[in-house]
């Protein structure tokens, strides 16, 4: 079935100890839309300037991501720029410049009006909560936050917080949300606020996916996914979208929603994590085949299987 | 098979959000011993003071653990007292009081000099050398070491390292030894310094263990085992070293070293940690059954496995 993602495209200048590089493409939609073509058709609706060229846009295409959604308009793209030089897990901002991301009002073509499964990346959760409400067809919808909406749009994210089925944040992020320090204590109290099942990622130890009873019928309790153990990160940037790309866009791939099918999406989320961070930017999720993938999932199996 | 530990006793004085508790039975031995005793014959070898019962010994015999080798000193036991109340995952220490652990000479008896395995508490690595040139009998030394000699006793615990074939250390002791920020790098680099294999506890994430090339014949892969998602964690104390027992202890009860008991020992380290902080001080660890522990691994098996 097919996704819809809404979400930012941004130029990007990143500094990691492996090297630096100044406006590579990246922003939430772009990571998880190229994570998740891998998996099932992808649409976006994102907001671009008069920077973002046939070449950009031509990088989505390439993996037969339908950028119909993708609005021009006047002045320039999102702008981000952060290093990892004293802490690959945790990025240091350098600047924001938000340009057209500023009144970035999500209109989802009459074309995408039909897709089944919704990602709502980090954007203002008032936002998020229109989106969802204009999408009648959907019938999963994934959701991603951040700090910066948890402490100053705490009342407008608590409400989308209802229409969202699965919630995609990282352990500081479920802590602040919750009040709590326990993060099976957070996950408790995120998923009494609304959505039936949490992805709490742990960055380079994987993700947790906690349920509330009952939801999806597939019992209450947790599941954890690894990380792969790799030597050298090269650039963490959009790991967390890359994530839940591969997670959102394996479920949407499989359509019925059962236990198996959601510890296999978190796998895979892992696994498309793990490409993301070995190349700067989008370069390594913009060229892996089926077999690559595979080969990764596998790895991701023997890390952690008993015989 | 039967392992041999050395490590301390303590009495210990722990406040964590669930509570306070004063003077309660501890140290590296004693959670080592205990854990490890579900799985095979220990015998342990420390030192006590005055103040340390026959009560206190009795919560050793009761599981069958061999106390002849415990050594009554003039004096008081090892005091440790620390607190866990603004992070769970990491103990601020109120006060330390060596006492008799302070001259500590570890003095194996006859009876123990058979034993085939053996686990080097956390001790002056100088300590834990002589104990193990001094035991000829034995097939397979695990080690634990900790900030204070990475840095205070570094050209020592070099030498010892190469007498450890499993080296089990936290997150930040691995990069540190190693002089690390990336963990899986760090690993390479401590193995490269002895050990066979390299077991880094995670905390509330589990544990990951990296291999020699070639050691035990077992691939060069690394293996992860989870940790359970507990609510209330009441007292973290002796967490790793209740982990360290279940590893070894299910180790040294299988004999055949293969890649399939190493995986299913991290299991098992995992099943024990996550009993030991579910009570103050060793209480749960005094009285477990094999249905609870066979139990937990089913747990840990449902928490990781697909279908």
Not at 280 to 294: C, P, V
Request: aromatic residues 10%.
């Amino acid at each position: 079935m097919s996704i819809l993602a809404v979400g930012s495209i941004a130029f990007d200048c990143i500094a990691t100890p492996s090297g630096r590089v100044e406006n590579v493409l990246g922003g939430s939609a772009t990571y998880f839309s190229l994570a998740a073509s891998y998996f099932t058709d992808v649409r976006v609706v994102a907001v671009v300037g008069e920077d973002f060229t046939a070449d950009h846009e031509n990088v989505m295409k390439k993996r037969r991501v339908d950028t119909r959604g993708i609005e021009h308009a006047p002045g320039k793209t999102f702008r981000w720029g952060g290093q990892y030089l004293e802490n690959l897990n945790e990025a240091k901002t350098d600047f924001t410049e938000l340009n057209v991301f500023e009144k970035f009002q999500p209109r989802i073509p009459a074309e995408f009006m039909d897709s089944e499964f919704l990602f709502l990346g980090n954007i203002h959760p008032s936002l998020q909560a229109a989106v969802r409400l204009e999408m009648n067809a959907v019938k999963l919808t994934g959701g991603d936050t951040m700090n910066f909406w948890i402490q100053g749009a705490r009342k407008e994210l608590v409400e989308t917080l209802r229409l969202v089925n699965i919630l995609l944040i990282n352990d500081g992020e479920a802590k602040m949300l919750a009040g709590e320090t326990s993060l099976p204590k957070a996950a408790k109290k995120v998923l009494a606020m609304g959505p039936q099942a949490l992805v709490i990622k742990h960055g380079e130890y994987g993700a947790t996916i906690f349920f509330r009873e009952g939801a999806f019928g597939v019992g209450s309790h947790p599941f954890r996914a690894p990380a792969l153990p790799i030597e050298e990160v090269k650039d963490p940037t959009g790991a967390g979208d890359s994530f839940a790309g591969g997670f959102m866009g394996y479920l949407a791939s499989q359509g019925d929603i059962n236990r198996e099918v959601i510890k296999r999406a978190l796998f895979y989320g892992g696994v498309m994590g793990s490409f993301a961070v070995e190349r700067f930017g989008t370069e390594r999720l913009q060229s892996l085949s089926k077999g690559e993938i595979d080969a990764r999932f596998q790895l991701f199996r023997e890390l952690t299987h008993l015989g």
